[in-house]
Nanobody, 122 residues
Framework: QVQLVESGGGLVQPGGSLRLSCAAS????????MGWYRQAPGKQRELVAA???????DYADSVQGRCTINRDNAKNTVYLEMNSLKPEDTAVYYC????????????????WGQGTLVTVSS
């Protein structure tokens, strides 16, 4: 099985910064991509940022320039650094990972973390 453990959420003032972490563990053979999504009450879950094993990245327009995603492939960990935070960034942030399990033959997995709450308020 695969588990994703997220950390780093909390309360931050507008203009402040946070660093979210997500560590994947389990019978993982490889991870093709990891990403961060967010969801506020009454709103759709949306992509914040994603990164492939090769380092290719994708950012939502709303966070581009204020957010950086990176990963440590050896540790199966992805990080999301956010700065210049705005109240509208307030949401539950979810980590996602997709890849292959250590099975024969290899089986695909697509897992979500439990979410971590980010609140931007003065």
């Amino acid at each position: 099985q695969v588990q994703l453990v997220e950390s780093g959420g909390g309360l931050v003032q507008p203009g402040g910064s946070l660093r979210l972490s997500c560590a994947a563990s389990g019978t993982i053979f490889s991870i093709n991509a990891m990403g961060w999504y967010r969801q506020a009450p009454g709103k759709q879950r949306e992509l914040v940022a994603a990164i492939t094993s090769g380092g290719s990245t994708d950012y939502a327009d709303s966070v581009q320039g204020r957010c950086t995603i990176n990963r440590d492939n050896a540790k199966n960990t992805v990080y999301l650094e956010m700065n210049s935070l705005k109240p509208e960034d307030t949401a539950v942030y979810y980590c996602n990972a997709e890849g292959l399990l250590k099975t024969t033959p290899r089986r695909i997995f697509d897992r979500w973390g439990q979410g971590t709450l980010v609140t931007v308020s003065s």
